[in-house]
T-cell receptor, first 114, second 118 residues
C-alpha cells in the first residue's frame, strides 16, 4: 500500500529566509502525482504546487519549488523569501492516476518568525 | 464564483443524535469526497462518490453515511454509532473525465465543518 511520510511535525523559519519541508512516499507505481497543500489557520486547504511523476523537471510556483527525487521517493517543498502569511500546516499528498484515492501525510506545521 | 460550500461551520452533537453536514459544489465536478481530520493524523477518507447515486466507503466509514442524489450535493450524516465524532470534516471535489481545461488529478476543498460533542 502507498504511504506518505512527513517526518517534521513542526518547523520554524525567519521571515525572508528559506525553509525546506520534507516528504517521502512509498509506491511501486510509475504514473502518479504529488501535491503540497497549505492549511492556514482558517483551515481552508489550498493547493500550493503539484508534480507529475513522469516529468523530470521540478515544479515551481513563484516562491515555492519542489525537489522531486523519483528514485529516492522524496518530494520536498522549498519556500523562499518566507512571509508571515506562509505560516500554516503543510500536507504532502500522493495520487495514482486512474484511481480515486489520495494519500496524505500527517502534516508539518510551519511557523514564520518576524 | 465557483467553489465548494460546507455548512455549518460549527456543529454540536448531543449524545445519541444524528447530524448532517452539508457539502455543495458549483464546479460541475464529477467526484466528491469526505475527509476527517484529527490532530497529528492528516486527512482520512470517509466516503467517496464518483457519480450520482453511487458512492464507496473509505478507510473510516463506520458510523457515517452519505447520499449523492444530485451531482452538486454530497451530504454526510454522522450517526449515533460514531462514538468519537469530534473532528474537523473536509469535503472535496475533482473533475474526473478530463479532456477539458481542468486537471482531473487536482482535488479542491471546502472550508470545513468543526463537529463537537455536547
Amino acid at each position: 500500500a502507498q504511504t506518505v511520510t512527513q517526518s517534521q511535525p513542526e518547523m520554524s523559519v525567519q521571515e525572508a529566509e528559506t525553509v525546506t519541508l520534507s516528504c517521502t512516499y512509498d509506491t511501486s507505481e510509475s504514473d502518479y502525482y504529488l501535491f503540497w497543500y497549505k492549511q492556514p489557520p482558517s483551515r481552508q486547504m489550498i493547493l500550493v504546487i503539484r508534480q507529475e511523476a513522469y516529468k523530470q523537471q521540478n515544479a515551481t510556483e513563484n516562491r515555492f519549488s519542489v525537489n522531486f527525487q523519483k528514485a529516492a521517493k522524496s518530494f520536498s517543498l522549498k519556500i523562499s523569501d518566507s512571509q508571515l502569511g506562509d505560516a500554516a500546516m503543510y500536507f504532502c499528498a500522493y495520487f495514482r492516476s486512474g484511481t480515486y484515492k489520495y494519500i496524505f501525510g500527517t502534516g508539518t506545521r510551519l511557523k514564520v518568525l518576524a | 464564483d465557483g467553489g465548494i460550500t460546507q455548512s455549518p461551520k460549527y456543529l454540536f452533537r448531543k449524545e445519541g443524535q444524528n447530524v448532517t453536514l452539508s457539502c455543495e459544489q458549483n464546479l460541475n465536478h464529477d467526484a466528491m469526497y469526505w475527509y476527517r481530520q484529527d490532530p497529528g493524523q492528516g486527512l482520512r477518507l470517509i466516503y467517496y462518490s464518483q457519480i450520482v447515486n453511487d458512492f464507496q466507503k473509505g478507510d473510516i466509514a463506520e458510523g457515517y453515511s452519505v447520499s449523492r442524489e444530485k451531482k452538486e450535493s454530497f451530504p454526510l450524516t454522522v450517526t449515533s454509532a460514531q462514538k468519537n465524532p469530534t473532528a474537523f470534516y473536509l469535503c472535496a471535489s475533482r473533475e474526473v473525465a478530463g479532456g477539458g481545461l481542468e486537471d482531473p488529478n487536482i482535488q479542491y476543498f471546502g472550508a470545513g465543518t468543526r463537529l463537537s460533542v455536547l
